[in-house]
């Protein structure tokens, strides 16, 4: 069975500093991509970072980076120089299928609802 | 640049009432999915379609039904709304591989009353 985990439903972050959301999962697959999608008021839902498991080197895009740490099943997220616009909803996601035809859905956690404090 | 698109964003039923969730894509994705989202929950994956005339059933399918002719629209059929079909649709969409991003619209809003 696939599983995503969030345990933190809410995290709040002053202004310009630092924040770190969680992420488990449990895939018995050797090889998946993870994701982090950002879920403004607005509803959309919009990709932040993805990594692939195969991959060593922990994925960056500006602002975001990932610490992917694949023997432990985790995938957290770190938002540098926060900002007001980065205040959201997060989700995790796991894609557990590359490499095998078994499955083509994507898992979901429930969510960090992350709060940027002016 | 359209993406992905749903209509309606609101809408209330009655129970025992049927409609018709839209999506149309234009990025020629081949992949598609329908995701429900209840409140403080994550999304759950209804039904999801790997190419025109291709469907299967996700986590949540029962309530529900899709279809795919072309491979730009994915609708959702709901024959008979019950209350616990109240939530949030998303629709999204993703290219060739399956690991590819899911890009997705920007949802709709349904309460079955």
């Known amino acids: 069975a696939q599983t995503v985990t969030q345990s933190q439903p809410e995290m709040s972050v002053q202004e310009a500093e630092t924040v770190t959301l969680s992420c488990t999962y449990d895939?018995?697959?050797?090889?998946?991509?993870l994701f982090w999608y950002k879920q403004p008021p607005s509803r959309q839902m919009i990709l932040v970072i993805r990594?692939?498991?195969?991959?060593?080197q922990n994925a960056t895009e500006n602002r975001f980076s990932v610490n992917f740490q694949k023997a432990a099943k985790s995938f957290s997220l770190k938002i540098s120089d926060s900002q007001l616009g980065d205040a959201a909803m997060y989700f995790c996601?796991?894609?557990?299928?590359?490499?095998?035809?078994?499955?083509?859905?994507?898992?979901f956690g429930t969510g960090t609802s992350l709060t940027v404090i002016p | 640049n359209a993406g992905v698109t749903q209509t309606p964003k609101f809408r209330i039923l009655k129970i025992g009432q049927s409609m018709t969730l839209q999506c149309t894509q234009d990025m020629n994705h081949n992949y598609m999915y329908w995701y429900r989202q209840d409140p403080g929950m994550g999304l759950k994956l209804i039904y999801y379609s790997v190419g025109a005339g291709i469907t299967d059933k996700g986590e949540v399918p029962n309530g529900y039904n899709v279809s795919r002719s072309t491979t730009e629209d994915f609708p959702l059929r709901l024959e008979l709304a019950a209350p616990s079909q109240t939530s949030v649709y998303f629709c999204?969409?993703?290219?060739?591989?399956?690991?590819?991003?899911?890009?997705f619209g920007d949802g709709t809003r349904l309460s079955i009353l």
């Open positions: 999204a969409s993703s290219y060739g591989q399956r690991v590819q991003p899911q890009h």
């Open positions: 996601a796991l894609d557990p299928s590359r490499g095998s035809n078994s499955e083509d859905q994507f898992y």
């Open positions: 990594q692939e498991a195969y991959k060593q």
């Open positions: 895939t018995s697959e050797s090889d998946y991509y």
